[in-house]
């Protein structure tokens, strides 16, 4: 099995010329482009991947786009301002194992979906980076204080295919919808601390709408993740009233604007997501293996 290590140099904390012995990205696209291509000449590559969020969606879509999620090998070594992705696949026993993805408005993900709050702090952040090179949590940062003094609430249209087949329905003025493959994400946000990337399903995570002070009391809960009851698998009952938890395989959103997919925000006027159960096989302990252009 050939290995082929695939470098952004463009990534949130850098990578510098002379650690790179593989293939470097030039330009957004071009991992998705590399590995679809090469996936389709040989479907048993093992792909070594050194970027960020964003860089490790390519990967998965460029491997799922050619057909190959059964055959080809990913590893992630995090080289991105959040690393979001690589925080829940460092904490899975095993060294190579199957991994869920998702399939989001026609794009594949492996991460989270937001709609939101959410979503417009990450929108935020982004122009921080792009207007002033402020990367990191000190961009997310400045996005939840720049999204805090907007209008607070969206009108939000949910239906959702629970695990077990059940319906789960919302209609009304939500903060933030967040659908979870992965645990993390913001940079460091561990909004939903029960999700598994290899359990066949996704986690819905609604906030309804709340003043801005009842906000500032939950935001570091929401970052924490104690909003969530390890033991019950719920929310929290004295949160009961404001947040919703569902484990789903499918939803639909109308009434959005913009969706977050692993931390690349695109317009949208509704969402809808489903899970790829055991889509892609992942190799955690592949970073040491030859590598090859």
Wanted: contains cysteine.
């Amino acid at each position: 099995m050939e290995t082929i290590h695939i470098y952004n140099p463009a990534a949130g904390s850098g990578i510098s010329q002379t650690e790179i012995h593989g293939y470097i990205t030039q330009s957004a696209g071009d991992c998705r482009r590399l590995i679809a291509e090469t996936c389709r000449r040989d479907p048993h590559t093992h792909f070594v991947v050194h970027g960020g969020d964003g860089t490790i969606n390519e990967a998965v879509a460029g491997v799922l786009e050619a057909g190959a999620g059964e055959t080809a090998r990913l590893t992630f070594i995090p080289a991105g301002s959040g690393n979001d992705t690589v925080r829940t696949l460092a904490a899975m026993d095993g060294k190579e194992f199957a991994l869920d993805a998702y399939l989001c408005n026609g794009r594949y993900g492996v991460n989270m979906v937001n709609v939101g709050f959410d979503c417009n702090v990450v929108s935020s952040a982004g122009q921080f980076k792009k207007k002033y090179g402020i990367a990191g949590s000190l961009s997310y940062l400045l996005g939840i204080v720049t999204e805090f003094f907007k209008p607070f609430g969206w009108e939000f249209s949910i239906k959702a295919t629970e695990e077990g087949g059940g319906t789960f329905e919302f209609e009304g003025n939500a903060l933030l919808c967040a659908v979870c493959n992965g645990q993390w994400c913001g940079g460091g946000f561990h909004n939903s601390p029960l999700s598994d990337m290899r359990d066949g399903v996704l986690e819905l995570l609604l906030v309804k709408k709340v003043s801005r002070l009842k906000f500032i009391s939950l935001i570091g809960k929401y970052k924490k993740g104690t909003l969530i009851d390890p033991a019950t698998g719920n929310v929290r009952e004295k949160y009961a009233s404001i947040a919703v938890y569902k484990r789903i395989t499918a939803l639909t959103v109308g009434g959005t604007k913009q969706v977050c997919i692993d931390g690349e925000v695109i317009e949208a006027e509704s969402v809808e997501v489903e899970v790829l159960p055991s889509a892609l096989r992942y190799l955690a302990d592949g970073a040491a293996a030859k590598e090859t252009v």
